[in-house]
Nanobody, 122 residues
Framework: QVQLVESGGGLVQAGDSLRLSCAAS????????MGWFRQAPGKEREFVAV????????AYADAVKGRFTISRDNGKNTLYLQMNNLKPEDTAVYYC???????????????WGQGTQVTVSS
């Protein structure tokens, strides 16, 4: 199982940008599908974005499509989420997660980070 640590969250104003990072400690990072998920207070955790192990395919939730970009650097064992034009409704704890297969289903992800807080003020 891969160990994941998120970073890059913070407090920003609507319209600002943030770049989240997820550092992986496992030896097999390049073999994992990687996803970003978020959870707002009182709500269920939801899918944000996913990228294949090689980085050749991505998918996004409708709410973030066109604003967020998921990417990875397998040489650095790092996953990224570029978040542009942030909105107050993006406020949540953001988690990275790893799966052995490409999927948008939360229950298929087997390794999770501890999360990083993103707060967007209006």
């Amino acid at each position: 199982q891969v160990q994941l640590v998120e970073s890059g969250g913070g407090l920003v104003q609507a319209g600002d940008s943030l770049r989240l990072s997820c550092a992986a400690s496992g030896r097999t990072f390049s073999t994992y599908t990687m996803g970003w998920f978020r959870q707002a207070p009182g709500k269920e955790r939801e899918f944000v974005a996913v990228i294949t192990s090689s980085g050749d395919n991505t998918a996004y939730a409708d709410a973030v499509k066109g604003r967020f970009t998921i990417s990875r650097d397998n040489g650095k064992n790092t996953l990224y989420l570029q978040m542009n034009n942030l909105k107050p409704e993006d406020t949540a704890v953001y988690y990275c997660a790893a799966s052995k297969r490409y999927t948008v289903m939360i229950r298929r992800y087997e390794s999770w980070g501890q999360g990083t807080q993103v707060t967007v003020s209006s």
